[in-house]
């Protein structure tokens, strides 16, 4: 069936091109969106929360997306050195940084040829609002992409540390940051599975985990105020799949989205939070798995201290790949302007 997309004119277009990091969604928005006003991308953050927050409704909610659908928009950088900036939306709202999603961008944006290295490996630097992203894609023998970054200042930010949650009990978690914050809790210590076949638990206690943590801490970034919240839980396990794997990740985040991958400014946190333990040391790799078995690799490189924080640099690895490319459109008379969620 031919269709001709001029008959749609007095709709609204969005343009995407779809991928998934390790299992993990990204809807990567290259069109449709009005000029997004700031200078730094914090601000340009704020602008989409109160002026464009529409379309990311739109996108994210059904009938164009689902419960667990993840985005980044793609802007001008801010900073000369960078190729261009990100922000990063979900169900909830916009998130400071995000792993799956630089792993995904960078590698369609060769694929693409909205980057074209003229040798491999190449360096892509990319703004967040979480700080300025250092990637790096190179090419394998057989012509496969490979793709890798080293995320911004990364470290423990509590330890230790106890919450009573409602229907529960006490629960011992530790708090991390690797470009948000995350609760991190030992799933194998309070009797919870990490498997497909728990999800319903997972979200249901870790969403509670979330809203118990910031209900009595309060959460401060060293530098941006708006990057002081608590983006998520993210539960591990001892229990893998895979025999190469050191641990297992489930992150509930945002309003109970469950991530599909290991969870890039997850695996970026726990590495810091492991290193802060002394059980791990500097450029040592380990492996962590998802709640699908996908993977990453991550180490903890040398970093300068972060104001008060002992911080690593995390270099985390993952694979991507583009799933379809769309034209999303919405009739001005639809009922459903900006979407809607239902689980």
Request: hydrophobic share 40%.
């Amino acid at each position: 069936m031919k269709i001709d997309v001029e008959q749609f004119s007095h709709f609204k277009h969005f343009h995407t091109i779809d991928a998934h990091t390790e299992g993990e969604p990204l809807r990567i928005i290259t069109g449709g969106y009005p000029e997004i006003v700031g200078s730094t991308m914090l601000e340009k953050r704020r602008y989409l929360q109160d002026n464009l927050d529409q379309y990311r409704q739109i996108l994210m909610f059904e009938p164009r997306g689902h419960a667990d659908m993840y985005g980044v928009l793609i802007t001008e950088p801010v900073t000369p050195t960078s190729d261009f900036g990100v922000l990063f939306l979900h169900n909830e709202g916009y998130s400071s940084m995000c792993g799956h999603g630089i792993i995904a961008v960078c590698k369609v944006a060769v694929e693409i040829g909205h980057i074209t290295p003229l040798s491999f490996p190449h360096n892509i630097n990319i703004d967040s609002p979480a700080g300025l992203i250092a990637a790096t894609i190179d090419k394998k023998p057989n012509g496969e992409l490979d793709v890798w970054f080293e995320n911004v200042a990364s470290y423990a930010h509590a330890l230790d540390c106890h919450v009573d949650v409602a229907g529960f009990g006490a629960i011992k978690y530790d708090i991390g940051f690797g470009g948000a914050y995350y609760a991190y809790v030992d799933a194998d210590a309070i009797g919870v599975s990490c498997s497909p076949s728990n999800v319903n638990q997972l979200i249901d206690l870790g969403r509670r985990i979330k809203h118990a943590v910031m209900a009595s801490t309060e959460i401060k970034h060293p530098r941006d105020e708006d990057l002081g919240f608590l983006y998520g839980t993210i539960f591990y396990s001892s229990k893998t799949t895979q025999p190469d794997a050191h641990s297992r990740h489930v992150c509930v985040f945002a309003e109970g989205e469950v991530d599909r991958s290991p969870t890039g400014t997850g695996v970026a946190g726990r590495i810091a939070l492991l290193h802060a333990k002394g059980e791990v040391s500097h450029n040592q790799q380990i492996i962590i798995e998802s709640i699908v078995d996908g993977q990453m690799k991550v180490s903890a490189l040398p970093c300068d201290k972060f104001y008060q924080f002992d911080a690593v640099t995390p270099k985390v690895h993952g694979r991507a790949w583009i799933t379809g490319v769309h034209q999303f459109m919405l009739d001005p008379t639809d009922i459903f302007q900006r979407g809607f969620i239902l689980r």
